[in-house]
């Protein structure tokens, strides 16, 4: 072979090197962070009609209770959550008339976005007018007036809920 062909495919297997790198750099810093978002144009901000989001499926199955959860809330049940620590604190949203999906991802209801939240976290769900937080197999997990939550769980108003960095609680 001549030297110029071999100077030719060293450098081409070293391209090919650094390309592979480089790869696994992407890989990893997107895996860690998430896609990056894009900004919205004020044109693209006004309210639409939300779409509904596609929860994931539990890993172990949920036994339900005799009874199925009415899907309207009582005047004793909460209808907020108020973020009081980590980077929304302060934030109140009010809860949905059933459930309310909370992780990383850009589809659940509350985005946390934080390096101890899992993609889809946890999940809070009306069960006969009692909020239920339920773990998806987070990696952190979900702690529950500081108790970690491994079956579904009612929460009464007042309770902190700890995910991630975030600590919230449900008022009425």
Known sequence: MSELT??????????LL???????????????????????TPT?????????????????PFTEPARRAEPHATSDTPTRLVITSGPREGMEIDLPSE??????????????????TSTHHARLMLWDAN??????????????D???VTLPTAITPGTPVTIGTTTFELRR
Do not use: H, K
Request: hydrophobic fraction near 50%; charge should be neutral.
């Open 6 to 15: 071999l100077l030719v495919l060293q450098l081409g297997f070293l391209l």
């Open 18 to 40: 650094w390309g592979f790198v480089f790869f696994v750099i992407y890989s990893l810093r997107s895996d860690l962070f998430g896609q990056r978002a894009r900004r919205m």
């Open 44 to 60: 693209e901000t006004a309210p639409a009609a939300p779409a509904p989001a596609a929860a994931p499926a539990p890993a172990a």
């Open 99 to 116: 459930q309310l999906t909370i992780g990383r991802s850009s589809e659940s209801g509350l985005v946390i976005r934080d390096d101890y």
């Open 131 to 144: 909020w239920v937080i339920q773990d998806l197999d987070s990696t952190n997990g979900t702690f529950v």
């Open 146 to 148: 500081g108790a970690r």
